[in-house]
């Protein structure tokens, strides 16, 4: 048996399609969708993430309002540049790029945005109403893949669903989301600390791997049938590539993708979606403010 190849980079660009339908149509009466993301400082991996997403948000056709800070920018002066946004009612979105310089606190920082502006979906009530049920801003790489299950019609109900990794930016979401009535999964989360993790994992029907590490996941760990979602993106040293490395995932790919039913690829799979999933949550905001 070989497995479905996930096609997230398609799956993507037809979000985004239906996202700048939207965003033209709220163009004509007078809503111009707005999108500011803060760069501090020029961490290269920072700096490619936010050519990524600025490069969604003219496809979509959405004002950038990307602001590029200095790397010894006071934590004071930040805060005064996402007050400004804040209370700036032509931008709907405000993303500030992770991880930050050390002298600034990201808690903070993540605290200080506007929670109806927060299309991250990192401010505590966003996360507090995701927790509970209620509207808010889903964090995009967790809402990105119970999206993918969806569009590839993998039956999440009543199936155990074991996710590997406890960060706040994915492992706990998508256990949550896993476990809403409408995606109706039985969710096991492990970690650092699990012991007995391949007899865990051997159990799930669905496995999301967001552990941070090549090679977590490997055959001897699933059974046969098993959905994998990997949601790793690690440099490994390649001398064959330009770049002299390549991007792999936390799942051993080549092995898993004969015996899973379904698997994401690296890079092509969850990392499209994230970014997809973004000017989805833009969108919203702006449909909001039309509404207000």
Known sequence: MSAVIIDGK???ADLRAQVAEKVSELKEKGVMPCLAVILVGQNPASVSYVTGKRKALAEVGMLDRSIELPEDISQEDLLKEIDKLNKDPSVHGILVQLPLPKSIDED????AIDPC????GFHPVNVGNLMIGRPGFLPCTPHGIIYLLQKMGIETSGKHAVVIGR???VGKPVSLLLARKEVNATVTICHTGTKNMAEITKEADILVVASGHPHTLTKDMVKAGAVIIDVGVNRIPDSSKKSGFRL????DFEDLKESA???TPVPGGVG???IAMLMQNTLESAEKALNK
Do not use: E, L, R, W
């Not at 792999?248 to 799942?251: P, T």
């Open 10 to 12: 398609g799956i993507a």
């Open 108 to 111: 903070k920082v993540i605290m």
């Open 117 to 120: 502006k927060d299309v991250d």
């Open 167 to 169: 960060s706040n930016i």
């Open 248 to 251: 792999i995932g936390d799942c």
């Open 261 to 263: 039913s379904y698997i």
């Open 272 to 274: 499209p979606m994230t």
